[in-house]
């Protein structure tokens, strides 16, 4: 296969809660994932006399950092996608003061990273937010809240603004529309309009801290994320098309406000049909119009959208609204598996923004068993990763701007959806079962030496 482009960063792709563990160490505060024991969309457990929870320890990357950087640099990365935990930061979100140690604990990774030459890059908010902001303030809910946003924003940007040069803001923010608790901070049972005004304060935050990142660190480029949730009419009956231009609009919005600086018509006429009161000032509009400089999103899977409600059943996903797709298979968890899509997707983005892209989400979860001699013969991981990415290089031969790949979990880690390490998605294997035990070794899976290759060969190998 033609190479991919020289400077094109390839990569993976994790986040503090779901790899670092140390939960309650170097003065880190109480997260909604650290009461989230069962994933984004389990109950809540407020941490009274404390609920184990996977993630307290995680895979220790914490402390394991050294070793596992080390890995990824053996595959040859560019660039490693982090999240900064905010509560290591400002450990209930509202103080005035930051918390050295989380500070300085950020500054040794980085350093980390560019002992091997790897790039960071860092999302702000990667589904969680201090558990105190949503117990005092109601979450985002407040508008207070973007207030302490920026402020955290701008402390992460002064103190690395020599370290980190891509910056993402929030993870996934159209999954706000589906995990209340941890998108946007809110509690089950809220209403639509809670909802959407609380999404409305996150686009103001991230816009000011778009502009904040402008300033403070000029030569640094920073991103919207999208989860990238692409849907098919079930048929071509016009309703089943009308729908689903109406529930891709459902998680384009998002994009729209961060890459157009504006809401569009057809969100305001949501909000009239449905009642939802969302109060945008003069001066949200202003700030608003801060758009971001590329636009990241993630991709696993598609799904198809039908008009008629009694056929339309969900399928286990993201994107909750799907039915299945009759011409695709799918992964363990039901998630319906798309290579073309993805090529579809990055063609849909840049047409409609014509902002350079960038997938910082892909990869196959499956639960990984060790044959014989211990190793992990991952082809079913290969192929799907094999298949994603020559679709991307379609895409750009398609015109389309593609800055790089990073792959979800290089290193097993905890799921976001179900808070168990049994969803594995890593080149990685980490010794670590769902109840707890294991030794956390580190191990090559197949995949390690299939993805070294394919970043050694720009690509030729696919
Ligand atoms: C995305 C999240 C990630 C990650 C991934 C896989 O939605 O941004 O945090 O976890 O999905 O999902 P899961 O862990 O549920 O398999």
Sequence with gaps: MKQFPTDFLWGGAVAANQVEGAWQEGGKGLSTSDVQPKGIFGDVSDRKGHTFSLKDTAIDFYHRYPEDIALFSEMGFGILRVSIAWTRIFPKGDELTPCEAGLAYYDKLFDELAKHGIKAMVTLSHYEMPWHLVTEYGGWSNREVITFFERYAKVVFKRYAEKVKWWLTFNEINMSLHGPLTGVGLQDGCSESDVYKAIHHQLVASALVVRACHLLIPDAKIGNMLLGG??????????????????????????????????????????????????????????????????????????????????????????????????????????????????????????????????????????????????????????????????????????????????????DLISASKGEISKRYGFIYVDRQDDGSGTLARTRKKSFYWYQEVIRTHGASL
């Design 230 to 411: 692409l849907v098919y009419p079930l048929t071509c009956q016009p309703n089943d098309v009308f729908e689903t231009l109406q529930e891709n609009r459902k998680w384009l919005f998002f994009g729209d406000v961060q890459c157009r600086g504006t809401y569009p018509g057809y969100m305001l006429r949501y909000f009239r049909d449905k009642g939802i009161d969302v109060v945008i000032t003069e001066e949200d509009k202003h700030i608003l119009k801060q758009t971001v400089d590329f636009i990241s999103f993630s991709y696993y899977m598609s799904g198809c959208v039908t008009a008629d409600k009694a056929l339309s059943k969900k399928i286990r996903g993201n994107i909750l609204n799907m039915v299945p797709n009759p011409h695709l298979q799918a992964s363990e968890w039901g998630w319906q598996i798309d290579p073309v899509g993805l090529r579809t997707l990055l063609n849909e983005l840049w047409d409609r923004y014509q902002k350079p892209l960038f997938i910082v989400e892909n990869g196959l979860g499956a639960k990984d068993q060790p044959d014989e001699q211990g190793q992990i013969q991952d082809d079913y991981r290969i192929s799907y990763m094999n298949d994603h990415l020559v679709q991307v290089r379609e895409a750009m031969e398609d015109g389309v701007d593609v800055l790089g790949y990073t792959s979800w979990g290089p290193i």
